[in-house]
């Protein structure tokens, strides 16, 4: 779409932690806040995806307003005065956060989120209420991690039910619904349709939900592999980007290659034609550079 000449753009004037800021009408608090400088922390958000505010690590306090809002997705309004450091909003994220992590091994998350907790002083452990033989946080942590594939493994005990997998698999990029949100409360899980092995469902393999996981629940099987063998070794990883020889399109694949070979392939998020998504071709093709 061409660009919208300047003389069209509405701004709207806000005030962020006491600073004035303007920001083009539309834009959601959370964009307002790093035009502003100001580091908010996000787990369901990701610029390639449809917020879809169920994580709530983002929210930030609109004086007036009742409750705490998402700045992912709350759009900016005229004479606004938002909050992002006050009690009520450094409580609630660590809150959120100590929620989110107490059902879940976190040993493969992404550091960024790992460091958003730190900041925070979340201590998960005061939530993890439940007993090894049964029922609560337990029972998440003791799923045994589904290999039925050579692709890629699902391991829900690191899942912490942000849906950006469902996203990915659905409207946002694939659109081959594979996967979707099962069950309630301790018992929720992404699941296939009937919890069927992947080979048996609707999953055609793109691993764009690999591509947006934060927590490392779905992994590269060569990346599984190779993490049990004891030797995946990301300081001894290179990442070249290149340009996937499959079709015309021509994505931007970089590729992830230790001791020589080739380990895991992603596409950059900021890329414009691939938004960081791939298909099975791109994103799992790559054994015959080291199998000739
Ligand atoms: S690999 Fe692709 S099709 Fe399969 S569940 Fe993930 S996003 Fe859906
Ligand atoms: S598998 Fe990963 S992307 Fe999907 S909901 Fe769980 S943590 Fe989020
Ligand atoms: S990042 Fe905003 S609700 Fe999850």
Redesign the pocket.
């Known amino acids: 779409m061409d660009a919208v000449p300047m003389s069209f753009v509405r701004y709207v004037d806000l005030t962020i932690d006491g600073k004035s800021v303007r920001v083009p009408e539309g834009t959601t608090l959370l964009q307002a806040c790093q035009s502003a400088g100001i580091e908010t922390p996000t787990l369901c958000y990701a610029e390639n995806l449809t917020p879809v505010n169920v994580c709530r690590v983002c929210v930030v306090e609109v004086e007036g307003a009742r409750t705490l809002v998402p700045s992912c997705s709350r759009p900016a309004e005229p004479g606004m005065v938002v909050h992002t450091d006050s009690e009520r909003v450094r409580h609630s994220r660590r809150l959120v956060f100590e929620l989110l992590g107490s059902s879940v091994d976190l040993s493969t998350a992404d550091p960024k989120y790992l460091a958003d907790m730190a900041r925070y002083e979340a201590v998960p452990e005061r939530f993890d209420t439940g007993d090894a033989t049964g029922h609560g946080a337990k029972a998440t942590v003791q799923q045994p991690v589904k290999i039925d594939n050579e692709l890629?493994v699902r391991d829900y005990s690191k899942c912490v039910l942000c849906y950006k997998?469902v996203e990915?698999?659905g409207t946002d990029?694939?659109n081959?619904f594979?996967?979707a949100v099962a069950g309630r409360g301790f018992h929720a899980t992404i699941a296939t349709e009937f919890e069927t092995p992947?080979p048996d469902s609707?999953?055609?393999?793109?691993?764009?939900?690999?591509g947006v996981c934060p927590t490392g629940a779905l992994m590269f099987k060569s990346e599984h592999d190779m993490r049990e063998a004891g030797t995946w070794d990301e300081s001894k990883q290179a990442v070249t980007d290149t340009i996937c020889p499959y079709c015309g399109v021509g994505c931007t694949v970089q590729l992830h290659v230790q001791d020589n070979s080739i380990v895991r392939v992603t596409s950059p998020h900021d890329h414009d034609v691939t938004e960081g998504h791939l298909c099975i071709k791109g994103r799992f093709g790559f054994q015959f550079v080291q199998n000739r």
């Open positions: 890629y997998c990915a698999c990029a694939q081959t594979a996967i992947l609707a999953c055609v393999y793109c691993g764009n939900c690999i």
